[in-house]
């Protein structure tokens, strides 16, 4: 929507813009819309946020009646599946139009919004491969072979046969699907779709607490399919029910066993956290000592100021916490692990249970604490993106100090 709306209003992508929230002089200078929305800029992904400014939405040309960014009382409600397979309901997103994040995170649908929107995207874009075209000024979106294609390639075991355009994947059948979705890396293997089958689709999964989707479009056959699930399940469900349906549809003659997929991905998700205790069990050094815990104490915030980690002692003074943003809702018990390096690994139930995503790696888990040449404990590593560097955060407040900025002690959860 970004890209056909720039398109309206006569923008370049190749325009720089700037990435006020982005330490690299190189990007803030030279990154483009482009770059942004075809996930090509090269940071971290906790960089890559969208902050919605005014929405424009191309709803009413799509005849899409039941599709906004407001919170209301017919939103499906989000839910968790626990250990034991119970599923306990969670709190509703709070993010809607006006909220940071908005843009990705804020829209609410429905099925059929949904396949009218793909109905609208399938459209445009095989117009711009007709002989004779329609009048552009009679269709919702326009662009659409270039917002579907082929800009930034993937690599094995996706690539060659699969790239990313921007927010659709476009994939050459046979072959993987489910690039951008949670189910890779709960399989041994991800299976191959669509075998016997000489086509192209594109696809867009996305999650969030709660919720994940899948839609995928056939421009060959003029078919779409939109999957919408409330529930953060112990796989991607989404994937796993569109890519089964999407075999059904082209009528595969051998089609993939998606229970077993579904099976083997659930139980693999179920072991993670055991798994990651037990490495880190016997990857810590024993009989280390921490240094005193008001060492630690203080606000930790990255270098270019926008996202701190508070650490605290805990209020019976035995242990420390943290709190990601200084928020009550995000605090978590720390434990030591060995010399100035500390863990606030948890057990599933509970991440789930708080509307944490259980797919990161353990070394997100892991806080490790830095002294300067005095000893002196002034920041700490923290590897927050599976894919990349450990980051910096400087410790910017004494333990005296935490009175003057608001920040008090809460209860460790």
């Not at 082209?250 to 099976?263: G, H, Q, R, S």
């Not at 789930?352 to 002034?378: C, H, M």
């Amino acid at each position: 929507m970004v890209y056909a709306f720039a398109q309206e209003v006569k923008a370049k992508l190749v325009t720089e813009i700037e990435a006020s929230n982005v330490a690299d002089p190189d990007l803030t200078q030279n990154v483009s819309v482009l770059d942004i929305l075809s996930h090509r800029m090269g940071i971290q992904r906790s960089n890559q946020l969208w902050h919605g400014n005014d929405n424009v939405l191309l709803l009413d040309k799509a005849h899409m009646n039941n599709t906004d960014a407001k919170a209301g009382p017919n939103d499906a409600k989000p839910f968790t599946v626990l250990d034991n397979h119970s599923f306990p309901m969670l709190p509703p997103p709070t993010i809607q139009d006006g909220s940071i994040m908005d843009a990705s995170q804020g829209i609410r649908s429905t099925v059929t919004d949904m396949l009218k929107w793909c109905q609208a995207l399938i459209k445009a874009y095989t117009n711009d491969h007709e002989t004779v075209q329609t009048d552009p000024a009679e269709l919702p979106l326009k662009q659409m072979s270039k917002v579907m294609s082929d800009i930034t390639p993937f690599a094995k075991p996706f690539g060659p046969r699969s790239s990313n355009g921007m927010g659709w994947v476009q994939a050459q059948l046979p072959t993987i699907l489910g690039a951008v979705g949670c189910n890779p890396g709960f399989v041994k293997s991800m299976p191959t779709v669509g075998k016997g089958k000489d086509l192209t689709v594109f696809y867009h999964q996305d999650s969030m607490a709660g919720y994940t989707t899948s839609a995928l479009l056939i421009p060959s056959t003029q078919s779409a399919i939109v999957v919408l699930t409330n529930s953060l399940s112990l796989n991607d469900a989404a994937d796993w029910v569109g890519q089964a349906i999407l075999e059904a549809l082209l009528d595969v003659e051998e089609p993939n066993d998606y229970i077993e997929y579904a099976k083997e991905s659930a139980n693999a998700h179920l072991a993670k956290f055991p798994a990651m205790r037990e490495s880190l069990e016997a990857n810590g050094i024993p009989g280390t000592e921490p240094k005193r815990l008001d060492a630690y104490v203080g606000k930790y915030c990255n270098k270019i100021g926008n996202f701190y980690i508070d650490i605290a002692k805990t209020q019976q003074l035995e242990g420390l916490q943290l709190a990601f943003q200084g928020l009550a809702s995000q605090v978590w018990s720390m434990e030591h692990y060995h010399h100035d390096t500390f863990l606030w690994l948890m057990p599933r139930d509970k991440a789930v249970s708080r509307a944490r995503f259980p797919y990161s790696p353990e070394k997100l888990y892991k806080l490790d604490f830095q002294t300067n040449d005095k000893g002196e404990v002034d920041s700490l590593l923290w590897a927050h993106d599976a894919d990349g560097p450990p980051e910096t955060f400087y410790k910017a407040l004494q333990a005296a100090d935490r009175q003057d900025v608001g920040i008090q002690e809460r209860p460790a959860v």
